[in-house]
């Protein structure tokens, strides 16, 4: 079982970067793979970017496909959403959640979930 708790979230301009972090407690972090799925106001939760137990293999949302990176340590039990580029349409509660090995797509698939940090991209 594994507790995700994300951090670095913030206000930027558009155009600039930020980098969410997710640590998670467990010693079976690396056991599971980890996803990042977002909400805006108005709008159902969508599916971000996954990444395999490993870190070998990644997922990405076409919205945000060649502007964020996702990458986890797991000597530190951590995973790392590097977002540049960004865009007003990216303002939303940036959630971070595990589910057992592989990698998944739907919010249904995962298990444990943080309670997420707030994006906001101005104009």
């Known amino acids: 079982q594994v507790q995700p708790v994300e951090s670095g979230g913030g206000l930027v301009q558009a155009g600039g970067s930020l980098r969410l972090s997710c640590s998670a407690s467990g010693r079976t972090f690396s056991s599971y793979a980890m996803g990042w799925f977002r909400h805006a106001p108005g709008k159902e939760r969508e599916f971000v970017a996954a990444i395999s137990w490993s870190g070998g293999r990644t997922s990405y949302a076409d919205t945000v496909k060649g502007r964020f990176t996702l990458s986890r340590d797991n000597a530190k039990n951590t995973v790392y959403l590097q977002m540049n580029s960004l865009k007003p349409e990216d303002t939303a509660v940036y959630y971070c959640?595990?589910?057992?090995?592989?990698?998944?797509?739907?919010?249904?698939?995962?298990?444990?979930w943080g309670q997420g940090t707030e994006v906001t991209v101005s104009a």
């Open positions: 959640a595990a589910r057992a090995w592989s990698r998944a797509t739907m919010s249904n698939e995962y298990h444990y």
